[in-house]
């Protein structure tokens, strides 16, 4: 019973004593105020920000001119396969017109002319499509250039705003 009781005291003793130190050493030191923000790297930071923001719409917009040229490509096919196939009918209602020509059909002569004036018609405004189509795709191009010069411009923005924040940076700790 000695025995424990002096380890129990001893304990107790011992717990006193290192209790209070063990906190004093976890405890963190007294609250300082935070320090003051240099007003210059604050500017380069939203510099930096704005130059990034820039850059990602840039990017955004590259991908939109890339969707455009697709689809300007794919408009430009289907109204190829147009032409061909009104040129084909054209080719077909003429035939049949000399054809009713010879039959002395007359007609079917009117029928086959009022096809054909269809026929051309429709064919002209197939090559309009092209035309317009092409035009598009070269203006897509166009602004995908433009697009992707306006990139590389944002990116040497963004490369130069870092390395002046980085500067500024190093200058306000130095003080």
Known sequence: MARWTTLVVSGAILATAWIPAAWAQTTPPAPTAPPTPDPQVQQDRRELRRDRRDLKQDRRDIRQDRRDIVGDKQDIRSDRKDIYSDRR???????????DKAAGNTEGVKKDRAEIAGDRKDLRGDRRDLYR???DLHNDRKDLR????????????VNHDKAKLY??????SAK
Request: hydrophobic share 10%; net charge positive.
């Open 89 to 99: 009918d054209l080719r077909q209602d003429e035939k049949q017109l000399q054809q």
């Open 146 to 157: 433009e697009d992707n010069r306006d990139r590389r411009e944002d990116r040497r923005e």
């Open 133 to 135: 189509d092409r035009k």
């Open 167 to 172: 500067r500024d940076k190093k200058a306000a």
